[in-house]
T-cell receptor, first 113, second 113 residues
Framework: EPEVTQTPSHQVTQMGQEVILRCVPI?????FYWYRQILGQKVEFLVS????????KSEIFDDQFSVERPDGSNFTLKIRSTKLEDSAMYFC???????????FGPGTRLTVT | AQSVTQLGSHVSVSEGALVLLRCNYS??????LFWYVQYPNQGLQLLLK??????LVKGINGFEAEFKKSETSFHLTKPSAHMSDAAEYFC???????????FGQGTRLTINP
């Protein structure tokens, strides 16, 4: 069964460093998402991406964040200058067109020290 | 703005007992509604969804949920709990026409032998 994959599973970085989280969505999906879950808190929407552009973003997704689909298969989230409060589990998700469910990857745990 | 409330951050039931996880949403029009399950160290897996069809929705692993517009609820039930049902359960809403999912806080389900 097709699945969303994410790498790495765990990333440790120092405050101020740039990180790139990588996702491979399911191949025939058209909509792509990033969510995050700070430990003990709810899953929060960050950004949605369709047709090679951001279609919606949350207040969390400020200028420090960017997304890219560089090669038609990968979908990346970049954080330019990490802060301690960026420590969280980051989930990638994708879906086909229509009111269908989003398929989630296993997540990348980002720890900023 | 859409919001989701899950009553009870932690629910504990005995094996074989009824499972009831509560979810209420706020929306001016009926949204699409989802239940996801997260097993330890894994991503979010769809249990079931409501997208304006039948109000009683059956999902995987014996779970079902009933959409009640008058109560703005979408509670998740399972007649007989199994040990393997122990996990975190998330209710989520997607406003019609929007792309993102808005999640509740999650309910951790514990099954006692």
């Amino acid at each position: 069964e097709p699945e969303v994959t994410q790498t790495p599973s765990h990333q440790v970085t120092q405050m101020g460093q740039e990180v790139i989280l990588r996702c491979v969505p399911i191949s025939n999906h058209l909509y792509f998402y990033w969510y995050r879950q700070i430990l003990g808190q709810k899953v929060e929407f960050l950004v949605s991406f369709y047709n090679n552009e951001i279609s919606e973003k949350s207040e969390i997704f400020d200028d420090q964040f960017s997304v890219e689909r560089p090669d038609g298969s990968n979908f990346t989230l970049k954080i330019r200058s990490t802060k301690l409060e960026d420590s969280a589990m980051y989930f990638c998700a994708s879906r086909v067109a229509g009111p269908y469910e989003q398929y989630f990857g296993p997540g990348t745990r980002l720890t900023v020290t | 703005a859409q919001s989701v409330t899950q009553l009870g951050s932690h629910v504990s039931v005995s094996e074989g007992a009824l499972v009831l996880l509560r979810c209420n949403y706020s929306s001016s029009v009926p949204p699409y509604l989802f239940w996801y399950v997260q097993y330890p160290n894994q991503g979010l897996q769809l249990l079931l969804k409501y997208t304006s069809a039948a109000t009683l929705v059956k999902g995987i692993n014996g779970f079902e949920a009933e959409f009640k517009k008058s109560e703005t609820s979408f509670h998740l039930t399972k007649p007989s709990a199994h040990m393997s049902d122990a996990a975190e359960y998330f209710c989520a809403v997607s406003p019609q026409g929007a792309q993102k999912l808005v999640f509740g806080q999650g309910t951790r389900l514990t099954i006692n032998p």
